[in-house]
């Protein structure tokens, strides 16, 4: 029986790549690159920041250069984070069954932590998340487990009791990981081939579908 659904942030409960792609391309403007299209910001999402900026700088860029603009990059987005950026639509509305229903929610992102807790604070102000995490320092991104695995600890559940919801494969690869049931989301960064290459155990279209693995 399902106790708790872990969800990511990125692609699965908000829309935010049009803030991502807008605080990106001012940092490759100021670092003389080409802005980046949509489809390769969306492509290029799901491993940290740190990985989303190396994707668009030069190749043979040097370590301390991508976390000098890494870091340009993180203080133009917490300016700029919560612009543009949305829930997906029928999120709000399936989280609200879930609540209803009992089940335990919580969010497991590779976005920095206090930008997550932030937008899931603004965005479901009556949704009870009983756990929110982010990036943070010294911790290990998706799709090490940890985060996820430190989800479940504290929520005193077994591995069979937890669905994890994700749009890549970097959250199919974090649910595995963590030996967790994974829903594939096709609304997010990622298409079906990639979630069902990525070995998604379950793949929905839209929010509601995921009430039938529950």
């Keep these: 029986m399902i106790k708790c659904v ?3 942030l990125d692609g699965t409960t908000l829309s935010t790549l ?12 100021n670092h003389g690159i080409a802005p980046a299209e949509y489809e390769e910001v969306r492509l290029s999402l799901g ?9 668009h700088l030069p190749k043979g860029t040097s370590d301390p250069i991508i976390d000098e603009v890494t870091n340009e990059y993180l203080n133009i987005y917490k300016d700029n984070y919560d612009i543009l950026t949305t829930p997906y639509e029928g999120i709000y509305d399936l989280l609200i069954e879930l609540q209803n229903r009992g089940i335990k929610l919580a969010v497991n992102s590779n976005k920095p932590d206090t930008l997550c807790k932030n937008l899931i604070k603004k965005h479901f102000p009556k949704i009870d998340f009983k ?5 943070r320092e ?9 985060s996820l695995n430190e989800i479940i600890k504290t929520l005193n559940l077994k591995k069979e009791e937890v669905l994890y919801v994700g749009d890549s494969e970097s959250d199919v690869l974090t649910a ?7 829903v594939g ?3 997010g960064f990622r298409d079906l081939k990639t979630l069902t290459d990525s070995g998604a155990d379950y793949i929905v279209c839209k929010p509601s579908e995921i ?3 529950i």
């Design 176 to 182: 595995k990981n963590a030996n967790v049931k994974i």
């Design 185 to 187: 989301c096709l609304w």
């Design 211 to 213: 009430l039938n693995y």
């Design 18 to 29: 049009y803030d991502i792609q807008r605080s990106l391309n001012i940092v490759l403007k």
């Design 6 to 8: 872990v969800f990511d």
């Design 138 to 146: 010294g911790i290990p991104y998706k799709p090490d487990p940890y």
């Design 47 to 55: 491993k940290g920041s740190r990985n989303l900026v190396k994707y």
């Design 131 to 135: 756990i929110v995490i982010g990036s």
